[in-house]
């Protein structure tokens, strides 16, 4: 157990599960809804600055840094409960999608496609031009 | 492309981006009620059984081999819809959960616990004992 997390009341962290890359899985839910709109990771300090503002924060596995969710879109996500499973090795963001838009193909959720007869099919369309929401 | 993989029209396989190790994060959510009951992870096997199937079937990190859902306890997974996320590397499988149980602890969902208060608690109950289930 890490002592500094102990004296800042941060023991929850260390229950997690970490992959040896140092990453969590988060879900992001619409709250109201249920639908599931997004999968990122988080480490622990995207875990924490999540928990703590109450605004996802993920970690960006490809730009190896901290990725506030909305920082160019405004897309933030409003965090409204965290969940952690049974293997303390998954986390859910219960949220409120700001903009309605997870997706950075402007769709609302990122699982915008489904297996149909073989094929990876699109079902939903774009709400907002990629290039009017990354401008 | 594999070849083998066109001829048998599992082309759509192909397009899924498998970690090194093969594997894609899936997360089984209730197609009626929209909850988040557990993510595992599959390999190609599995999710080609699955999709044939319709019935869930994960691959299992640790026994490092095929794992068909309800195989000891009966909760098996009836699919109902396969969706694959923008990035290719998540899917999440809309299924009917048989006997309301998804979690090895006998509850419905995997994630049964809260971020309150700084410390992970438990908001639901065991439905069933996992020793009368896994008997």
Redesign the interface.
């Known amino acids: 157990m890490n002592t500094e997390a102990q004296k800042a ?4 962290l260390e ?1 997690v599960k970490w992959t040896s890359d140092g990453l969590v ?1 988060a ?1 992001a ?1 619409d709250a109201e ?4 709109l ?2 990122a990771w988080m480490n622990r300090e995207a875990l924490q600055l999540t ?1 703590e503002t109450q605004t996802a924060v993920y970690y960006s596995r490809s730009r190896k840094k901290l990725w506030p969710k909305g920082e160019s879109s405004g897309h933030v996500q409003k965090v409204q ?7 303390a090795d ?1 986390v ?1 963001l219960k949220i409120e999608q700001i903009g309605g838009i997870a ?3 402007g ?1 609302e959720s ?6 149909v007869d ?3 099919q699109t079902q939903e369309p774009v709400l907002k031009d990629p290039a009017e929401i990354y401008k």
């Not at 990122?110 to 297996?115: D, G, K, M, P, Q």
């Open positions: 009341g941060l023991d929850w229950e899985p879900i839910q809804t249920g639908r599931i997004m999968m928990a409960d965290i969940q952690l499973d049974c293997d998954v859910i997706c950075h193909t769709r990122c699982f915008y496609r489904s297996l073989g094929q990876w």
